[in-house]
């Protein structure tokens, strides 16, 4: 396994808030970081030591970025596989465009999960119109239908009913492909946030509790309030993903705790994963001693991982749109540990900052 020593430059494929909080972590072990991103003003761009504007297809401006960095990691996982394959071979990427290929696409993340033991909800491929016709058939209702690629907070998603149009959900989740998933009676969703470096050690932070509000995360609470036997088969399952998938890296699992064991006796369902740090983790920065930004810097560098263990129970709040102009206010509470990502554009939406108050064990 490669060392990769303090001093060394980090390369950030993306420039947002999970870029921002990778490089104030890596800076902190004595790393500089150099972002690429498309954007000439980003959240990450604030605290690096350089960066790259230009387009994830300029391959001149690619090959320039990396000449500047001893090793790459994203913070989006939908950055062209065809970028990191041409990265890949110049400087080593973490994790890998294999890895990022599998995470980009619902159908084979779904299937590889399969393969390897690991249940999710029933899926069909629908690639048009008319195959959704023929699907809705025979698939039980209601489902949800999904675009396979890029969808994040609730795009592309289009809930299936009985009286559901097939054209009209088509045109809704727009794309070229989807995925048809059986509707999962669930009690709650979970995460689980796992760190693996090249030599196969892995740790795992508790299992996250995670509340959605119009498809977006809204709240995190960690540990998550549920059984001990729940817990634990989200997390054996996580890492079963991470060491199947031969993560070098952050995975983030996303899973639905079900009501009661299905007929396969299993508790939990996986809904997808991440290669990245993940908006379910942030509570890390403030309730452990080595938050999931530094783990990522640990594990892609080959570092000894740091403890995943809690100090406090956490509670973390995303603010969106007009949510972080409440600062004054959140910080009276002495508990509450303000996090706003420098952007300066507020909208409807848009995660701005997040909030994480602390309480006692």
């Not at 490669?2 to 004595?30: D, E, F, H, Y």
């Not at 890492?239 to 508790?267: D, I, R, W, Y």
């Not at 530094?294 to 991982?305: D, K, S």
């Amino acid at each position: 396994m490669k060392i990769v020593p303090p001093g060394s430059t980090i390369g950030i494929l993306g420039g947002g808030q999970l870029g921002r909080m990778t490089a104030l972590a890596a800076a902190n072990l004595g790393y500089r970081c150099h972002i690429f991103c498309p954007e000439s003003e980003a959240p990450a761009l604030q605290v690096s030591d350089a960066y790259t504007t230009g387009s994830f297809t300029d391959e001149a401006a690619l090959e320039k970025f990396a000449s500047c960095v001893d090793i790459v990691t994203l913070e989006w996982e939908n950055v062209p596989i065809s970028t990191l394959e041409f990265l890949d071979g110049k400087v080593p990427v973490c994790p890998s465009p294999n890895i990022q290929k599998i995470a980009q696409d619902r159908i084979l993340e779904k299937s590889f999960a399969r393969q390897h033991g690991i249940g999710t909800a029933d899926f069909m491929a629908i690639g048009s119109i008319d195959e959704l016709k023929i699907a809705l058939k025979k698939f039980p209702l209601p489902a949800v239908l999904k675009s396979t690629r890029m969808g994040y907070d609730g795009k592309g998603q289009v809930k299936i009913n009985a009286d559901t149009d097939a054209a009209s959900a088509w045109q809704e989740m727009g794309g070229n492909a989807g995925i048809l998933e059986a509707f999962v009676d669930f009690d709650c969703e979970l995460s689980v946030i796992v760190a693996r470096r090249a030599d196969g050690l892995m740790v795992h932070y508790p299992v996250t509790q995670n509340i959605h509000q119009n498809h977006i995360l809204a709240r995190s609470e960690a540990p998550a309030p549920v059984s001990a036997d729940v817990a634990d088969e989200a997390a054996r399952l996580a890492c079963h993903m991470a060491k199947e998938l031969g993560v070098v890296g952050l995975l983030a699992v996303e899973f639905f705790a079900l009501k009661t064991p299905n007929a396969s006796g299993q508790l939990v369902l996986m809904n997808e994963i991440a290669p990245r740090p993940h908006n379910s983790g942030h509570w890390t920065i403030d309730a452990c001693s080595c938050s999931q930004f530094e783990q990522l810097i640990r594990a892609i560098c080959g570092l000894p991982l740091g403890l995943c263990e809690q100090h406090s129970k956490a509670i973390m709040h995303n603010l969106i749109g007009d949510d972080v102009l409440r600062w004054a206010e959140l910080l009276k509470d002495p508990s509450a540990c303000l996090h706003i990502y420098g952007k300066t554009d507020i909208r409807a939406g848009r995660k701005m900052g997040h909030v994480t108050f602390l309480h006692d064990k």
